[in-house]
């Protein structure tokens, strides 16, 4: 996926104020809010308020703080939201092999059910 930001995107707008979200945390680096589609009792999505595109654009070019805060909340949720001794699963989708529908960074932060294997085994 290119690591050119798009603004239409529903992240994007979400940051803007422009539509509504289920706010969970939030600091000066990092948002936190509910799925819209939850997949379990705990999804929450984590994104940083820069404009970058997948994972591996974050962790280039952020800032060491825009980095440290971000994953400081991720655990922060984790054991706000009780899924931390049951255990969880943080995924983040990059480009087109993992279907990354929002092109803004996100983390799903996922619990509170047994959530199976990862993948499917191949073939
Ligand atoms: P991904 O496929 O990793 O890009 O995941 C995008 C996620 O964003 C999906 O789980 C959607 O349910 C979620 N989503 C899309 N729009 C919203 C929204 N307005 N508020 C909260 N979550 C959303």
Redesign the pocket.
């Known amino acids: 996926m290119t690591h050119e930001y798009d603004d239409t995107n ?2 994007a ?2 940051l803007r104020g422009e ?4 706010t969970v945390a939030e600091t000066d680096h990092t948002l936190a ?7 379990a009792p705990v ?1 929450v ?1 984590v994104i940083p308020k820069g404009k970058y595109v997948t994972y591996d654009d974050f962790h280039a070019k952020a800032s060491d703080a825009e980095i440290v805060d971000f994953h400081r909340t991720c655990a922060r949720i984790c054991a706000e939201r009780g899924i931390v001794a049951d255990g969880y699963r943080a ?3 990059a480009g087109r092999n ?6 803004h960074f ?1 983390q ?1 932060l996922i619990g509170g059910r047994s959530l199976g294997r990862m993948l499917a085994p191949a073939g």
């Open positions: 529903i992240f707008r979400i539509i509504p979200n289920d809010f509910n799925d819209i589609t939850p997949q999804h999505l995924i983040s989708n993992a279907v990354q529908e929002v092109p996100h799903h």
